[in-house]
């Protein structure tokens, strides 16, 4: 049984900071872990992944520069860290593990467990 749990959320003002955490309790290693938001009345998007072997990140272009992906193997868990937030960056945020190779780690179906979000709010 995998467990992913997220953290971190909260209330900033435009141009601040906030760093989102996110545990994966399992058996073995997730492949790839990913960042995903999700805006009311919006998709679900990617924001950012890593693979935990390599270490390779990956970023969409509208984080790119200001968010940062990182990873703590021996605590299984990995973070956010967000600056130079903007109030079009509000959204849920979503931590997922995936399990297997994907050219896609942005994209949803890259991985099948997900945590229950954490909620990022930032004002004008």
């Known amino acids: 049984q995998v467990q992913v749990v997220e953290s971190g959320g909260g209330s900033v003002e435009t141009g601040g900071s906030l760093r989102l955490s996110c545990s994966c309790a399992?058996?073995?290693?997730?492949?790839?872990m990913g960042w995903f938001r999700q805006a009311p009345g919006k998709e679900r998007e990617g924001v950012a992944a890593?693979?935990?072997?390599?270490?390779?990140?990956y970023y969409a272009d509208s984080v790119k520069g200001r968010f940062t992906i990182s990873q703590d193997n021996y605590a299984n868990t990995v973070f956010l860290q967000m600056n130079g937030l903007k109030p079009e960056d509000s959204a849920m945020y979503y931590c997922?593990?995936?399990?297997?190779?994907?050219?896609?780690?942005?994209?949803?179906?890259?991985?099948?467990?997900w945590g229950q979000g954490t909620q990022v709010t930032v004002s004008s």
């Open positions: 890593i693979v935990t072997g390599t270490g390779n990140t």
């Open positions: 399992s058996s073995r290693p997730a492949w790839s």
């Open positions: 997922a593990a995936g399990w297997q190779w994907s050219p896609r780690l942005l994209a949803r179906d890259a991985y099948s467990d």
